[in-house]
């Protein structure tokens, strides 16, 4: 990984589930703060969503190794919402981390 390619900034948040004063299950997102990374474009394909298709990106983010992340966060990167799909931790040196993220078509 070299420094000049992790020049992308995204806002990574942490999923934390709570209970509404109802006792419905409500996904709560806190910031963990600004991360410098790497994105590219995966993929693109549609989908059905109701009686119209919308369109569904997926991205590669490469960033330094964290261990906070996990598969239930969220991302924001020039205005986009991005679920995280997957975390690739299998780097030996603990150097860097490989993310698979798809845009939310229903935001």
């Given at each position: 990984?070299?420094?000049?390619?992790?020049?992308?900034?995204?806002?990574?948040?942490?999923?934390?589930?709570?209970?509404?004063?109802?006792?419905?299950?409500?996904?709560?997102?806190?910031?963990?703060?600004?991360?410098?990374?790497?994105?590219?474009?995966?993929?693109?394909?549609?989908?059905?969503?109701?009686?119209?298709?919308?369109?569904?990106?997926?991205?590669?983010?490469?960033?330094?190794?964290?261990?906070?992340?996990?598969?239930?966060?969220?991302?924001n990167w020039r205005g986009k919402r991005l679920k995280i799909?997957?975390?690739?931790?299998?780097?030996?040196?603990?150097a860097k981390l490989l993310i698979t993220a798809e845009?939310?078509?229903?935001?």
């Amino acid at each position: 990984m070299r420094a000049g390619k992790i020049n992308q900034l995204a806002e990574f948040f942490k999923r934390s589930d709570k209970q509404s004063d109802s006792g419905a299950p409500v996904a709560v997102f806190t910031s963990i703060g600004h991360i410098w990374c790497s994105i590219t474009q995966a993929s693109a394909g549609l989908t059905e969503s109701g009686d119209r298709e919308q369109s569904v990106n997926s991205y590669d983010i490469e960033c330094r190794f964290r261990k906070d992340l996990s598969a239930k966060d969220e991302l924001n990167w020039r205005g986009k919402r991005l679920k995280i799909t997957s975390i690739d931790d299998s780097d030996p040196k603990n150097a860097k981390l490989l993310i698979t993220a798809e845009s939310d078509p229903n935001q």
